[in-house]
C-alpha cells in the first residue's frame, strides 16, 4: 500500500472489544470498584462528619443487619426487613429482566408497580368477605393484569407504529402516580388523613400469612418462584429464545420466520405482569396499604438492577442485595449522626456510578501504542 | 374584572411555571439531538438549584454587603456549572466508558436528588431559627421586575411582571432553534444524533459534539433549576421533591414540542396552564383533581403516538437517540 502522506500518529490508546474474561477476573473488577466507591463515600462522609469512616461502615451493617450487642441473631428484625426489601426490588428486576432482554427499554415498572398495588388494594377492600384462598387469587389475577395492562399500550404502539417506548413507558408512571392519588383519595382512612392508612387492620383479609411463624417468609417464597422460573424461561424455554433472537437483531429474528410483533407485545405482557405483582407483593406482604411512594423508585432503581446482572435473575439477588443494604446502612448513618435520610440516594448514586463505569474494563481493553507491535 | 384578574393570575402562574420546565426541555431538545438520552434532567435540575443556593448563601453569609451583581453572577455560574459538571460525568460515563444512556440517566436524577436534598436539608438545618434557608439579597435580584413596563395595566401585567430569568429562557430558546437549524454546527450536531457512523465519515467529530451537547444542554436545563429556588420559590429550599416531577415534566415537553425548541416555549406555557388550571376551575373535588393532573402526560402520551403514526419525517425523534456509536462496532 502508498503510503498516505497526511498519516496520523497513532492515537495514544486505542479500545478494542474483548472476547472473554475470566469469570474471577471480571468478578475481581466489579468488587474493586465497589471498594473503590466506598472509599470516595467514605471520604465524603469523614469531611462532612469528621467521624472514622470504619464506625460509619460498622453503622451501616447494623442498620441494615441489626446492631451487634451480646445475644446477636442473624435473622433479627432489621436482617428481615432487608431480605422484605430484596425481594421487592428483585420482584420487579425479575420483571424487566424479559423486556431488556428483548431491548425493549420498560422503564414504566413505577407505574406498573402501583397499578398492580390499586388492583390487589381494591381486592383487600372491596373482596375482604371472600374466603382466604379465593381472596388471594382475585388478588394475584388483580394485579397480573393490571401490570399487563398498563404495559400492553406501549408495546401495542411499539410493535405496529415503532413509538418510542423508552419515552412511552416512562410518561405512563406519572399517569399511574396520578391514578395512585385518585384512589388514595377514594380511600382517603381516616377521613381528611390524606391516606388509606393501615387495610384491615383487624382480621388481616388479604395480608400475607407467617409460613413457619415469619412475617417475610411468603414474600420469599413468592419472589423465589419467580426468580426461578423467569430463569428457567428464558434460558430453557422456546418463548425465552425468541425474545433473546429478537434483543440482538430484529431482522434476524424476522428472517428465521419469527413474528417479531407478537414476541414484542407477549415479552411485554409478561414484563408488565409481573411488575404489577409485585405491586401485590408490596401491598399485601409489606406496607399493607397504598400511597404513592408504595414504588417510591423502585421502579426505576430495578432498571439498574436488571442491566447491571445482564438479565441473570440469579445476579439480580446479590445486586438487589447490596442496593437495599447501602440504603438501610445511609438511613442508620443519617439517623445516627443527625444527618438526613438523602445521603441514602447520594451514596447509592456514587457506587451505582463506579459499577457502571467498571462495565467498561470487563468488556473492553484498551491498547497502548507503545506496546503496540507487529500485524493490525 | 374579578373574572379578568383570575385569569390574569392564572396566565401568570402558568408563565413563571412553564419557564422551570422550559430550560430543562430546551437543554434536553439540544443533548437529544445529538443523539443522547439524558434521563438525568430532574438530577441535574437538582444539582443547578442546589449549587446556585449554596453559592450564595455563603457569599451573602459572609460579606458584610453583598453585592447584587456579583449574587446573580455567583448563583448563575455555580447552577451552570454544577449541572454541566453532571452532564460531564454522564457523557464520560455513556460515551468514553459505553455505559448504556438510560441506567447512567436515571443513577444521574438519584444521585442529584440525593445531594440536593441532602445538602439542602444541611442549609436548612444551619440557618437555625426557623429552620428555613433564604438568600434575600440574591433572590431580590432575580425577582427584580422591568420598571414602568409592569404597572402598564393588564398587558403590562401580563407581559413584564416576572423575574428576568423568564426572558432568558425564551431567548435561549429562540437561539437554540436558530442554533440548530440555521448554523453549521447544529447541522453537524444534528447529524451526529440522526446516523453517526455517516457523520464520522464526513469528519465530524462525535465525541466531541456528543460532549458538549450534552454538558451545555445539561448547563441550561441547571438554570431551570436556578429559576425554580431563586424566583419560584423565593430563595428558600424545600425537601418535597417538587423539581424532580418539573424534571420529568421537561422530559415529557421535549417530545410534546417535537424536538424542536420555539415550540418548547408555547409548549411549557400549556402545560403551566395545565398544571395550575384547576384552582381556577369551579366544581372539582380532591379527586378530580387528581385526574385533571394527568392531562399534561396524557396529552403527551397522544403527541407521542401521532408523530409514530403519521412518520412524517421531519416530525420524528433523532434516528440515532439513545444509541451508542463506536467506530469499531459498526
Same mark, same amino acid.
Given at each position: 500500500?502508498?503510503?498516505?502522506?497526511?498519516?496520523?500518529?497513532?492515537?495514544?490508546?486505542?479500545?478494542?472489544?474483548?472476547?472473554?474474561?475470566?469469570?474471577?477476573? @471480571?468478578?475481581?473488577?466489579?468488587?474493586?470498584?465497589?471498594?473503590?466507591?466506598?472509599?470516595? %463515600?467514605?471520604?465524603?462522609?469523614?469531611?462532612?462528619?469528621?467521624?472514622?469512616?470504619?464506625?460509619?461502615?460498622?453503622?451501616?451493617?447494623?442498620?441494615?443487619?441489626?446492631?451487634?450487642?451480646?445475644?446477636?441473631?442473624?435473622?433479627?428484625?432489621?436482617?428481615?426487613?432487608?431480605?422484605?426489601?430484596?425481594?421487592?426490588?428483585? %420482584?420487579?428486576?425479575?420483571?424487566?429482566?424479559?423486556?431488556?432482554?428483548?431491548?425493549?427499554?420498560?422503564?414504566?415498572?413505577?407505574?406498573?408497580?402501583?397499578?398492580?398495588?390499586?388492583?390487589?388494594?381494591?381486592?383487600?377492600?372491596?373482596?375482604?368477605?371472600?374466603?382466604?384462598?379465593?381472596?388471594?387469587? %382475585?388478588?394475584?389475577?388483580?394485579?397480573?393484569?393490571?401490570?399487563?395492562?398498563?404495559?400492553?399500550?406501549?408495546?401495542?404502539?411499539?410493535?405496529?407504529?415503532?413509538?418510542?417506548?423508552?419515552?412511552?413507558?416512562?410518561?405512563?408512571?406519572?399517569?399511574?402516580?396520578?391514578?395512585?392519588?385518585?384512589?388514595?383519595?377514594?380511600?382517603?382512612?381516616?377521613?381528611?388523613?390524606?391516606?388509606?392508612?393501615?387495610?384491615?387492620?383487624?382480621?388481616?383479609?388479604?395480608?400475607?400469612?407467617?409460613?413457619?411463624?415469619?412475617?417475610?417468609?411468603?414474600?420469599?417464597?413468592?419472589?423465589?418462584?419467580?426468580?426461578? /422460573?423467569?430463569?428457567?424461561?428464558?434460558?430453557?424455554?422456546?418463548?425465552?429464545?425468541?425474545?433473546?433472537?429478537?434483543?440482538?437483531?430484529?431482522?434476524?429474528?424476522?428472517?428465521?420466520?419469527?413474528?417479531?410483533?407478537?414476541?414484542?407485545?407477549?415479552?411485554?405482557?409478561?414484563?408488565?405482569?409481573? %411488575?404489577?405483582?409485585?405491586?401485590?407483593?408490596?401491598?399485601?406482604?409489606? @406496607?399493607?396499604?397504598?400511597?404513592?411512594?408504595?414504588?417510591?423508585?423502585? /421502579?426505576?432503581?430495578?432498571?439498574?438492577?436488571?442491566?447491571?446482572?445482564?438479565?441473570?435473575?440469579?445476579?439480580?439477588?446479590?445486586?438487589?442485595?447490596?442496593?437495599?443494604?447501602?440504603?438501610?446502612?445511609?438511613?442508620?448513618?443519617?439517623?445516627?449522626?443527625?444527618?438526613?435520610?438523602?445521603?441514602?440516594?447520594?451514596?447509592?448514586?456514587?457506587?451505582?456510578?463506579?459499577?457502571? /463505569?467498571?462495565?467498561?474494563?470487563?468488556?473492553?481493553?484498551?491498547?497502548?501504542? @507503545?506496546?503496540?507491535?507487529?500485524?493490525? | 374584572?374579578?373574572?379578568?384578574?383570575?385569569?390574569?393570575?392564572?396566565?401568570?402562574?402558568?408563565?413563571?411555571?412553564?419557564?422551570?420546565?422550559?430550560?430543562?426541555?430546551?437543554?434536553?431538545?439540544?443533548?437529544?439531538?445529538?443523539?443522547?438520552?439524558?434521563?438525568?434532567?430532574?438530577?441535574?435540575?437538582?444539582?443547578?438549584?442546589?449549587?446556585?443556593?449554596?453559592?450564595?448563601?455563603?457569599?451573602?453569609?459572609?460579606?458584610?454587603?453583598?453585592?447584587?451583581?456579583?449574587?446573580?453572577?455567583?448563583?448563575?455560574?455555580?447552577?451552570?456549572?454544577?449541572?454541566?459538571?453532571?452532564?460531564?460525568?454522564?457523557?464520560?460515563?455513556?460515551?468514553?466508558?459505553?455505559?448504556?444512556?438510560?441506567? =447512567?440517566?436515571?443513577?444521574? =436524577?438519584?444521585?442529584?436528588?440525593?445531594?440536593?436534598?441532602?445538602?439542602?436539608?444541611?442549609?436548612?438545618?444551619?440557618?437555625?431559627?426557623?429552620?428555613?434557608? !433564604?438568600?434575600?439579597?440574591?433572590?431580590?435580584?432575580?425577582?427584580?421586575?422591568?420598571?414602568?413596563?409592569?404597572?402598564?395595566?393588564?398587558?403590562?401585567?401580563?407581559?413584564?411582571?416576572?423575574?428576568?430569568?423568564?426572558?432568558?429562557?425564551?431567548?435561549?430558546?429562540?437561539?437554540?432553534?436558530?442554533?440548530?437549524?440555521?448554523?453549521?454546527?447544529?447541522?453537524?450536531?444534528?447529524?451526529?444524533?440522526?446516523?453517526?457512523?455517516?457523520?464520522?465519515?464526513?469528519?465530524?467529530?462525535? =465525541?466531541?459534539?456528543?460532549?458538549?451537547?450534552?454538558?451545555?444542554?445539561?448547563?441550561?436545563?441547571?438554570?431551570?433549576?436556578?429559576?425554580?429556588?431563586?424566583?419560584?420559590?423565593?430563595?428558600?429550599?424545600?425537601?418535597?421533591?417538587?423539581?424532580?416531577?418539573?424534571?420529568?415534566?421537561?422530559?415529557?415537553?421535549?417530545?410534546?414540542?417535537?424536538?424542536?425548541?420555539?415550540?418548547?416555549?408555547?409548549?411549557?406555557?400549556?402545560?403551566?396552564?395545565?398544571?395550575?388550571?384547576?384552582?381556577?376551575?369551579?366544581?372539582?373535588? !380532591?379527586?378530580?383533581?387528581?385526574?385533571?393532573?394527568?392531562?399534561?402526560?396524557?396529552? =403527551?402520551?397522544?403527541?407521542?403516538?401521532?408523530?409514530?403514526?403519521?412518520?412524517?419525517?421531519?416530525?420524528?425523534?433523532?434516528?440515532?437517540?439513545?444509541?451508542?456509536?463506536? !467506530?469499531?462496532?459498526?
Amino acid at each position: 500500500m502508498a503510503k498516505v502522506a497526511t498519516h496520523k500518529r497513532e492515537p495514544l490508546v486505542r479500545i478494542a472489544k474483548r472476547d472473554s474474561m475470566p469469570l474471577w477476573q @471480571s468478578v475481581l473488577i466489579r468488587v474493586l470498584s465497589i471498594v473503590l466507591a466506598l472509599v470516595v %463515600c467514605g471520604v465524603i462522609i469523614y469531611m462532612l462528619i469528621k467521624v472514622n469512616p470504619l464506625e460509619v461502615y460498622k453503622s451501616m451493617v447494623e442498620g441494615a443487619f441489626g446492631a451487634f450487642r451480646e445475644d446477636y441473631k442473624f435473622f433479627n428484625r432489621r436482617t428481615w426487613i432487608t431480605i422484605r426489601d430484596t425481594m421487592m426490588l428483585l %420482584c420487579i428486576a425479575v420483571g424487566l429482566a424479559p423486556a431488556f432482554k428483548m431491548r425493549f427499554w420498560n422503564i414504566g415498572a413505577e407505574g406498573q408497580i402501583l397499578v398492580g398495588g390499586i388492583a390487589t388494594a381494591a381486592c383487600m377492600i372491596y373482596l375482604k368477605t371472600l374466603p382466604p384462598v379465593l381472596l388471594f387469587v %382475585c388478588m394475584i389475577v388483580a394485579s397480573l393484569l393490571a401490570g399487563a395492562l398498563w404495559s400492553l399500550l406501549p408495546a401495542i404502539f411499539k410493535a405496529k407504529w415503532n413509538t418510542n417506548e423508552t419515552l412511552f413507558t416512562l410518561m405512563m408512571n406519572y399517569v399511574a402516580i396520578q391514578l395512585t392519588s385518585f384512589f388514595v383519595a377514594l380511600w382517603e382512612n381516616p377521613f381528611g388523613s390524606n391516606t388509606v392508612g393501615i387495610i384491615n387492620p383487624q382480621g388481616k383479609e388479604g395480608w400475607f400469612p407467617p409460613v413457619f411463624g415469619l412475617d417475610y417468609m411468603m414474600n420469599v417464597i413468592v419472589v423465589m418462584i419467580i426468580t426461578i /422460573g423467569m430463569f428457567i424461561y428464558l434460558k430453557y424455554s422456546k418463548q425465552g429464545y425468541e425474545i433473546s433472537v429478537v434483543g440482538d437483531s430484529e431482522n434476524t429474528a424476522r428472517y428465521a420466520g419469527i413474528n417479531v410483533k407478537k414476541v414484542i407485545i407477549r415479552t411485554m405482557l409478561i414484563s408488565g405482569a409481573i %411488575c404489577g405483582l409485585s405491586g401485590f407483593v408490596a401491598v399485601s406482604g409489606a @406496607s399493607h396499604t397504598i400511597s404513592v411512594n408504595t414504588a417510591g423508585g423502585k /421502579g426505576f432503581t430495578a432498571i439498574i438492577v436488571a442491566w447491571l446482572a445482564k438479565f441473570n435473575t440469579f445476579t439480580m439477588i446479590l445486586i438487589s442485595l447490596l442496593l437495599v443494604f447501602l440504603d438501610k446502612g445511609a438511613i442508620e448513618i443519617a439517623s445516627k449522626y443527625d444527618l438526613n435520610d438523602y445521603v441514602a440516594s447520594m451514596i447509592t448514586g456514587i457506587i451505582l456510578f463506579f459499577i457502571l /463505569g467498571s462495565e467498561f474494563f470487563v468488556n473492553y481493553r484498551m491498547i497502548f501504542r @507503545s506496546k503496540e507491535k507487529g500485524v493490525q | 374584572m374579578g373574572n379578568m384578574n383570575t385569569l390574569l393570575q392564572l396566565l401568570q402562574s402558568s408563565i413563571a411555571f412553564g419557564t422551570i420546565i422550559m430550560f430543562g426541555a430546551v437543554g434536553e431538545i439540544i443533548t437529544e439531538k445529538a443523539g443522547n438520552l439524558n434521563l438525568g434532567i430532574p438530577g441535574v435540575m437538582y444539582l443547578g438549584a442546589i449549587s446556585s443556593l449554596v453559592g450564595v448563601f455563603f457569599y451573602e453569609k459572609n460579606v458584610a454587603d453583598p453585592n447584587p451583581f456579583v449574587c446573580a453572577v455567583i448563583a448563575i455560574l455555580c447552577a451552570f456549572l454544577a449541572a454541566a459538571l453532571g452532564g460531564l460525568l454522564f457523557s464520560f460515563l455513556t460515551i468514553t466508558l459505553r455505559a448504556n444512556q438510560n441506567v =447512567t440517566g436515571l443513577t444521574l =436524577t438519584i444521585f442529584g436528588s440525593g445531594v440536593a436534598n441532602f445538602f439542602g436539608g444541611l442549609l436548612n438545618g444551619f440557618s437555625g431559627g426557623v429552620g428555613q434557608i !433564604r438568600v434575600e439579597t440574591t433572590s431580590k435580584v432575580f425577582m427584580a421586575k422591568i420598571p414602568f413596563l409592569s404597572d402598564l395595566g393588564v398587558v403590562g401585567k401580563l407581559l413584564f411582571s416576572y423575574g428576568w430569568l423568564v426572558y432568558v429562557a425564551i431567548i435561549i430558546a429562540i437561539l437554540s432553534q436558530w442554533f440548530l437549524n440555521k448554523t453549521r454546527s447544529g447541522l453537524n450536531l444534528r447529524a451526529v444524533g440522526e446516523n453517526p457512523a455517516t457523520a464520522d465519515a464526513a469528519g465530524i467529530n462525535v =465525541t466531541l459534539y456528543r460532549y458538549l451537547a450534552t454538558c451545555i444542554g445539561t448547563g441550561i436545563a441547571g438554570l431551570g433549576g436556578l429559576y425554580y429556588v431563586m424566583d419560584y420559590t423565593k430563595g428558600t429550599w424545600a425537601n418535597d421533591g417538587t423539581m424532580e416531577n418539573l424534571g420529568w415534566l421537561a422530559v415529557a415537553l421535549v417530545i410534546f414540542a417535537i424536538w424542536r425548541p420555539k415550540n418548547a416555549i408555547w409548549g411549557a406555557y400549556l402545560f403551566g396552564l395545565l398544571f395550575w388550571a384547576y384552582l381556577y376551575i369551579p366544581g372539582l373535588t !380532591r379527586k378530580s383533581l387528581e385526574l385533571f393532573n394527568m392531562l399534561p402526560y396524557v396529552v =403527551t402520551i397522544i403527541v407521542l403516538v401521532f408523530t409514530s403514526f403519521r412518520k412524517k419525517r421531519e416530525n420524528q425523534p433523532p434516528n440515532a437517540l439513545g444509541l451508542a456509536y463506536f !467506530r469499531e462496532e459498526r
